[in-house]
């Protein structure tokens, strides 16, 4: 996750041995002592404290649940100059509070500045999600295939499925799934759009296994599930219970 990588942004040698010591206790979860360096720090700079110390203090925020706290952190700082480990942690505990449009304009400004922020492979993939949410799905598929090029997964080609299905590009889709499936063939998700694109491609034994197996493996969407039986019932085949 984006907030386990963020302190590898900052350089050891520019901290203070306060802010070093709280990002080591959090790594050990040793939260009452996190607040005490933290504290510590604060009382020895009051007027000089960077984006390490309050990207620590939401850190700390977030681990212990105080969502209030944490929102409070985050807020107070929208108007400095971000670097790239702040922005990717600020947006990604947007995301909760339906902030998509405000996520992926700040997702976007991450992944634009020159250094790399911690983490691009994850918030690609973040950046990708939002996407599908927005419909947005040239978009996502141009990201999830940078997604792909630099760690391809059956998460990332199952992205890539999705938005080309989406698109109508059914053959790219089933090309899409298939390099899923053969990274992870027991995912649902994976042999629930193989149904769609075999029922829209009338092949009949197919988008009926297909649809077998992806219940098989324990495809609980309500929403996929509901899209295939929806089109099922359309073309007339695809379950063998017609």
């Known amino acids: 996750m984006a907030f386990l990588e963020a302190n590898k942004h900052f350089k050891r040698e520019d901290s203070s041995i306060f802010l070093s010591s709280a990002a080591t206790l959090l790594e050990l979860h040793a939260y009452s002592l996190v607040e005490i360096a ?18 620590l203090l939401a850190k700390l925020h977030m681990l212990k649940e105080s969502s209030k706290k944490l929102r409070a952190t985050l807020n107070s700082h929208r108007s400095e100059p971000y670097q790239p480990c702040w922005l990717g942690f600020t947006w990604t505990y947007s995301l909760p509070s339906g902030e998509s449009k405000g996520a992926r304009d700040n997702y976007e400004r991450t992944l634009s500045y020159e250094a790399p ?5 994850s918030i690609r993939l973040r950046l990708a999600s939002i996407y599908l949410q927005l419909q947005q799905y040239s978009a996502a598929k141009k990201m999830f295939l940078l997604a792909c090029m630099n760690s391809p997964s059956c998460i990332t080609w199952l992205g890539v499925g999705i938005s080309c299905y989406r698109l109508g590009e059914l053959s790219e889709a089933e090309q899409a799934l298939s390099e899923a499936n053969i990274l992870n063939n027991t995912d649902p998700e994976v042999w629930g759009y193989l149904s769609l694109v075999c029922l829209k491609t009338s092949r009949k034994l197919e988008a009926e296994q297909s649809y077998k197996y992806a219940l098989r493996v324990g495809l609980k969407d309500a929403d996929l599930l509901g899209e ?15």
């Open 117 to 121: 922020a911690p983490d691009t492979h």
């Open 228 to 242: 295939i039986k929806s089109i099922q019932k359309e073309v007339g085949f695809g379950d063998s219970g017609f």
């Open 38 to 55: 933290l504290s510590h720090e604060l009382l020895s700079s009051p007027k000089t404290l960077n984006q390490e110390y309050y990207l």
